[in-house]
């Protein structure tokens, strides 16, 4: 399936020059590229956004620890004061 689109003059300049520069072999390719990179920023994000929202289920769910108890540890752990438990 073909796909058009209209880059507008700044991007479709870029385009060129990365083909010109012998980079990439044609448009293409470029536009799969910056497809490829886009679908890893959205997993990225996602990944994130699960964290997020596990974070906040846990804190919903008080499996959270005062975060002046978590310093003081690891304080106390920087400082060689404890064993690490």
Same mark, same amino acid.
């Given at each position: ?11 479709e300049s870029v385009v060129n %020059? ?14 799969? %590229? ?5 679908? %890893? ?33 690891? %304080? ?10």
């Amino acid at each position: 399936m073909a796909v058009s689109a209209d880059l507008g003059e700044t991007l479709e300049s870029v385009v060129n %020059e990365l083909v010109a520069s012998g980079r990439y072999h044609s448009k293409s390719e470029v536009l799969r %590229e910056g497809e490829r990179l886009v679908q %890893e920023r959205e997993a990225r994000l996602a990944a994130l956004d699960a964290s997020i929202a596990r974070g906040l289920a846990d804190a919903d769910a008080g499996r959270t620890k005062p975060g002046s108890d978590v310093f003081d540890r690891l %304080e106390a752990r920087l400082a060689g004061q404890t064993d690490g438990k």
